[in-house]
């Protein structure tokens, strides 16, 4: 089922150097707001104290974060955790006091602005373990961009798996940089959000990549630019609804998720805005730089010779 129906090939690969150049430029960018500016790293990375607290009704956020402001915690976060009358608190770590102490005066200070304030937990995150999570997140981005690549290659081709991972690279660079140029923090729920974007991206990819290989069999006297214009043009109409849809559920989450899923919505708001842009332009047009070719995806069959084994 089509609601979208186009009737002429749209000419995506007409504008492929168009779409080379703001690449290039957003890649670029965002490599130099991460390498200048670097990341605001949440308390799940560098470390801190993490209260849990609970009150007889609803909580007012504002409230509790107006009185960590005035004890000069205006970094703190602060969000919902579970229900309503659940709070939790990440503090980010004072060296010149200990985690005790911070949690001690933190409490103290919410008690005087509403005695109904029970404590529920407390946990101090260190900067080692943070460090390991950091780490155990790159090589996770690594392990599935392996992967990536792998898959594609093997269903594909492996110019196809080339393309795939640089598109859905480009996408991970263009999230971390956004982060990095607006200074928004950096979790633990955001490198979630990024893992997977990687895989939906990626799916966005197999659509086209599987198309391409089924147009190369049907119109097999076409060039390799209108195969690839027809395929995209052919998957358009699902990537409107799949997209459409997707983005629908994530801007909700964005606009009334509350804080604890702004950032998560957030990252995979930009991130699925780039992946349409980067399997249509970037991994279609690097599958064109890197010379594809009929012969690539569709084996060619030899016809015996008629005289083939006959004795003379």
């Excluded at 130099?32 to 470390?47: A, E, M, P, S």
């Excluded at 005695?115 to 155990?136: D, H, I, T, W, Y």
Aim: proline share 1%; glycine share 8%.
């Amino acid at each position: 089922m089509e609601f979208f129906r186009f009737n002429h090939n749209i000419p995506f690969m007409r504008w492929r150097r168009v779409g080379a150049v703001i690449s290039i430029v957003t890649f670029a960018l965002s490599i130099f707001f991460i390498t200048t500016k670097g990341l605001n790293l949440g308390v799940d990375f560098t470390g801190g104290t993490v209260l849990e607290v609970s009150y007889n009704q609803a909580a007012d956020l504002e409230r509790v974060r107006g009185v960590l402001t005035d004890l000069g915690m205006s970094d703190a976060s602060v969000q919902n955790f579970g229900t309503s009358r659940e709070v939790l608190i990440r503090l980010p770590i004072k060296t010149e006091v200990s985690s005790a102490q911070l949690s001690e005066t933190v409490m103290s200070a919410l008690r005087q602005a509403d005695s109904s304030v029970e404590m529920k937990r407390v946990e101090f995150v260190g900067p080692q373990v943070g460090a390991e999570l950091l780490e155990n997140g790159a090589l996770a981005l690594l392990f599935v961009s392996l992967g990536i690549v792998a898959y594609l290659a093997v269903r594909f081709e492996w110019k196809f798996g080339v393309s795939g991972i640089i598109a859905n690279l480009h996408d991970v660079v263009i999230i971390v940089g956004c982060f990095a140029f607006f200074q928004w923090e950096f979790s633990l729920t955001v490198l979630a959000a990024i893992l997977a974007i990687l895989g939906y991206s990626v799916n966005e990819s197999v659509v086209i990549f599987d198309r391409i290989r089924e147009n190369f069999r049907k119109y097999r006297k076409a060039s390799i630019t209108e195969v690839i214009d027809s395929a995209i043009t052919e998957t358009m109409s699902r990537t409107i609804i799949t997209h459409g849809s997707t983005q629908m559920v994530v801007i909700a989450m964005l606009l009334f998720g509350g804080e604890v899923l702004h950032y998560f919505a957030l990252a995979l708001t930009i991130g699925i805005l780039f992946g349409i842009y980067s399997s249509i332009m970037v991994g279609s047009s690097i599958i064109m730089l890197l010379g594809v070719k009929r012969e690539d995806l569709v084996k060619i069959e030899k016809k015996p010779l008629e005289n083939d084994g006959a004795v003379v």
